[in-house]
């Protein structure tokens, strides 16, 4: 069965600092993974996908996410943080054979200007 | 493309009344499903579909129905609304055999039952 965890409710930093959201993953085979943010008062919308090949991933607003297939986590990161990044971010999991992805009960960002 | 539409965007039902939640997409996506959203909760799955005429449940799927009699469409049918079914709901589409493929979620429906 396929699970996600992500172990913080809400990550604070400061803007200009880099920002780290943490993303852990449970499979069985290989994992199809994802990023999603929700703006307030919005649907999901997607950032970026590990499917196969480098292990660094690159998407949008400059966000990116390192698989770490030993520690089974997929991080997503940023080099320098925004005050409009602050959002709720969701990580998602599909597994070969599975219709659905699973998502974490999501991570609050907050960028403090 | 209007992509995933849903409604209504908000909706405020009595305890054991009836609703539906529509939900369309424009893009021709085999794959269609519903998810409720609750602080601390994250995103829930309650129902799926594989394509029309298949459906099937997700984790939390009672006290709902679905049908898929279009790829186009996929309503959710709320039998006996209960307080504890108060949550947004978010409809999303996905393209069928690339499991690659990325979800796109609509807008969500906001319900309050009293």
């Known amino acids: 069965a396929q699970s996600v965890a992500q172990p913080e409710d809400q990550v604070n930093v400061a803007e200009g600092n880099p920002l780290t959201v943490k993303c852990t993953y449970s499979v069985s085979g290989n994992p199809y993974l994802f990023w999603y943010v929700q703006y307030p008062n919005r649907g999901l919308q997607f950032l970026l996908k590990y499917i196969t090949g480098d292990n660094l991933v690159k998407g949008s607003y400059g966000f990116e996410a390192e698989f770490n297939k030993s520690q089974t986590s997929f991080h997503l990161k940023k080099p320098s943080a925004l005050v409009s990044d602050s959002a709720l971010y969701f990580c998602a999991v599909r597994e070969g054979g599975s219709y659905i992805p699973t998502f974490g009960r999501g991570t609050s960002l907050i960028v403090h200007p | 493309n209007a992509g995933v539409t849903q409604t209504p965007k908000f909706q405020v039902l009595k305890t054991g009344q009836s609703m539906t939640l529509q939900c369309a997409q424009d893009m021709n996506h085999e794959y269609m499903s519903w998810y409720r959203q609750d602080p601390g909760m994250g995103l829930r799955l309650i129902h799926y579909s594989v394509g029309a005429g298949i459906t099937d449940q997700g984790e939390v799927p009672n006290g709902y129905n679905v049908s898929r009699s279009t790829t186009e469409d996929f309503p959710l049918r709320l039998l006996s609304a209960a307080p504890s079914q108060t949550s947004v709901y978010f409809c999303?589409?996905?393209?069928?055999?690339?499991?690659?493929?990325?979800?796109?979620f609509g807008p969500g429906t906001r319900l309050l039952v009293l």
């Open positions: 999303a589409s996905s393209s069928q055999g690339r499991q690659q493929e990325t979800q796109y």
